[in-house]
């Protein structure tokens, strides 16, 4: 990789980069990003929704001072809307550019051959690099200086969609038929993101690194709330974690996740709440609880999760 950078030189250094940027990463983390920059390889970030897969990406880019380029996987996305497209418009104006000039081209030839093979030489004109329209694959691989590529929730793109990008993750260069090949400038920092709707490619994930981010223990937890919520007293802070690792271990449907946590550490600060009671969750179960059928769930025991998540707080 072309990319030189003093916060990636060791692994310490990339978790105080991060905090820096105000992303709390573990050390797993840390030796995951480590190890891809030295080994060139991209990151393959699995794990519930919501634990901070895009947040790693957007924050590498951040503490390295590189631009971030994304591309956001669905299901039909192709080569047009992720690599490439040609400019038609301008393809088109310079038809018309080339009709007007043609009796010029053809009068100076001898004869009918010759004209033809005049003509032939325009051919590639209309597909060369000033005709095309780089995409978010195409820009990263272009783009002087390196780049931080985040190919976003892969898992809700098509066989053929991952297929496809095999070519750009082990060699960092893509085919363009009416082209050729296209080398990186500077090999792109690249990470993809997956929920785990669907299982993904053994091809796809032999050129990856794996990491696998899930819900933070309490002691991280609470770091993060403290670096993205650092309004919040101790006591709240300790009582809040304590609730959610609790709620994480019920039968319900959506777990609540590190961004939900920190929504609701914001609610209650706008609340001006000085410790959790059994009113204040109940009026903001919504913040981190999607699906009515889980609130009715959590309410059920909300004495008892409140009353332990006090004494936690005070502990």
């Known amino acids: ?11 310490e250094n990339i978790q105080n980069a991060f905090r820096r940027v105000e992303y709390i990463c573990s050390k797993h983390i840390a030796t995951t990003v480590y190890l891809a920059f030295q080994l060139n390889k991209p990151i393959l970030v699995e794990g519930p929704a919501g ?22 996987c669905y299901e039909g996305l192709d080569e047009s809307k992720s690599l490439y497209e040609w400019k038609y418009g301008k393809q088109l104006l ?15 030839k001898n004869n009918l051959a010759e004209s033809i093979d005049a003509l032939h030489r325009y051919d590639d004109i209309f597909f060369s690099p000033q005709f ?5 694959l195409l820009s990263a ?3 002087r200086g390196g780049s931080v590529l985040l190919i976003d929730e892969i898992d809700k793109s098509d066989d053929e969609f991952e297929a496809f990008l095999l070519e750009i993750l082990s060699d960092f260069q893509i085919s363009i038929p009416e082209i050729g090949t296209i080398k990186a400038e500077s090999a792109p920092f690249v990470f993809l993101t997956s929920n785990n709707t669907r299982e993904l490619s053994d091809a796809l994930k032999r050129r990856c690194l794996h990491l696998f981010i899930p819900f933070p223990e309490a002691q991280l937890e609470r770091d993060i709330i403290n670096i993205k919520v650092p309004g919040l007293e101790d006591s709240l802070r300790f009582q809040l974690v304590s609730f959610i690792q609790h ?15 920190i929504d609701w550490a914001r609610v209650l600060l706008l609340l001006h709440a000085e410790s959790l009671n ?6 903001t179960l919504n913040v981190f609880l999607k ?9 059920d025991c909300l004495y008892e999760l409140t009353q332990h998540a006090l004494k936690e707080g005070h502990a």
Request: proline share 5%; no cysteine.
């Open 278 to 283: 059994a009113e204040v969750v109940r009026n």
């Open 51 to 72: 634990v901070g897969k895009t947040d790693l990406a957007k924050k590498t880019a951040a503490f390295l001072d590189l631009p971030l380029i994304r591309l956001q």
């Open 132 to 136: 095309l329209e780089p995409r978010p």
């Open 94 to 108: 310079y038809t018309q550019i080339l009709r007007d000039k043609l009796n010029d081209i053809v009068r100076e």
């Open 291 to 299: 699906f009515e059928d889980d609130i009715a769930v959590v309410k």
């Open 247 to 261: 709620i994480r271990t019920l039968d319900i449907k959506k777990l609540p996740s590190i961004s939900e946590t």
């Open 141 to 143: 691989l272009q783009h």
């Open 1 to 11: 990789m072309v990319l030189s950078n003093k916060n990636i030189m060791s692994i």
